[in-house]
């Protein structure tokens, strides 16, 4: 989707710092991190809410999420999903965050 902030990330238009690419899956560090190693992980096919994308698009999803967390050494996080507005959902492409929590953040830096 042409206007899509993370459908530009995904062509390479708007630079980002990737941490997993495959043909179905990118993973990139959030610009505005609520905690240290704060990643989002999105479907590369556009779809606003969880119910516009494919399982099969969507099940690498996770299983990526939880090789970042292993990767950032996080203990302790939240994946969140937000679909909707009133669920504090911004940019409207799929997207999973993985937010560690900031007292266990060892090996982070
Ligand atoms: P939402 O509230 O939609 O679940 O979260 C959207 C997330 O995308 C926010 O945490 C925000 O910081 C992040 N974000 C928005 N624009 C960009 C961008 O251009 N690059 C990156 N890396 N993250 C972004
Ligand atoms: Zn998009």
Redesign the pocket.
Known sequence: MASC??C??VKGD????KLYDSPKVLA???????AKG?A?IIPKTHGEKLTDIPDDELAESLPVAKKIAAALGAENYNI???NGRL???????V?F?VIPKPDQQQGLG
Request: net charge negative.
């Open positions: 902030i993370f530009k990330i708007i630079p980002s710092f990139f560090l959030d610009i505005n991190p609520l704060h989002l969140l999903q937000n669920a504090h959902q911004e940019v409207d492409h997207h965050h």
